[in-house]
């Protein structure tokens, strides 16, 4: 069965800094990733995704994310943090084949401090 | 234009009662997604149908009973309404069940139960 960890409930940063939230999955054969931000009272987003081919992708808002095959990570990264940033977000992992479901994991909540 | 539009936005009703969420986009998106949040913000997929056929059907109590009249419309009827049943319901649609597409989510129904 497919699964996803995101380690940290929160992560806190200072605008204008980097900033990473974890994600690490767990699924059969090739992994499909994306990750989606949630507002406040909003659906989800979607920023970005992993398919095939180079290991960072590049996604909505200046974010991007790195695959990792061998750490079965995709870590979430921007460069500089906007106050606007702050939201909830999640990693989310589908296997290539079969009628599998796109599986979350519990979110982390960005707070970017001004 | 609204991609995914969910009504009501907010539905606070007594349990033992039954409640419809209409769910509608215009993407021309061939799947559909019902998905549950709960109070901890932990996403689960509940139903997916392709070409308004159901293809998932997660273990979800048979009081919920899906129905798509077509490609653009998918909702959701809940019987016998249990105070488990509080929570987020995000419709959710795809421009195909291709296991590497984003999926596009509504703004969420509220559900509350008395």
């Known amino acids: 069965a497919q699964s996803v960890a995101q380690p940290e409930d929160q992560v806190n940063v200072a605008e204008g800094n980097p900033l990473t939230v974890k994600c690490t999955y767990s699924?059969?054969?090739?992994?499909?990733l994306f990750w989606y931000v949630q507002y406040p009272n909003r659906g989800l987003q979607f920023l970005l995704k992993?398919?095939?081919?180079?290991?960072l992708v590049k996604g909505s808002y200046g974010f991007e994310a790195e695959f990792n095959k061998s750490q079965t990570s995709f870590h979430l990264k921007k460069p500089s943090a906007l106050v606007s940033d702050s939201a909830l977000y999640f990693c989310?992992?589908?296997?290539?084949?079969?009628?599998?479901?796109?599986?979350f994991g519990k979110g982390t909540r960005l707070s970017v401090i001004a | 234009d609204t991609a995914v539009s969910q009504t009501p936005k907010y539905l606070v009703t007594q349990m033992g009662n039954d409640k419809s969420i209409k769910c509608e986009q215009n993407?021309?998106?061939?799947?559909m997604y019902w998905y549950k949040q709960d109070s901890k913000k932990f996403l689960k997929i509940m139903f997916s149908?392709?070409?308004?056929?159901?293809?998932i059907n997660e273990t979800v109590p048979n009081r919920f009973s899906p129905k798509s009249p077509d490609k653009a419309h998918l909702n959701l009827h809940i019987n016998s309404l249990e105070l488990g049943d509080s929570a987020v319901y995000f419709c959710?649609?795809?421009?195909?069940?291709?296991?590497?597409?984003?999926?596009?989510f509504g703004d969420g129904t509220r559900l509350s139960i008395l």
């Open positions: 959710a649609s795809s421009q195909e069940w291709t296991p590497n597409q984003p999926q596009h």
């Open positions: 699924v059969s054969g090739n992994p499909y």
């Open positions: 992993y398919i095939t081919g180079d290991n």
């Open positions: 989310a992992v589908r296997a290539h084949s079969g009628n599998t479901p796109l599986v």
């Open positions: 993407l021309g998106h061939d799947t």
């Open positions: 149908y392709n070409n308004k056929e159901l293809i």
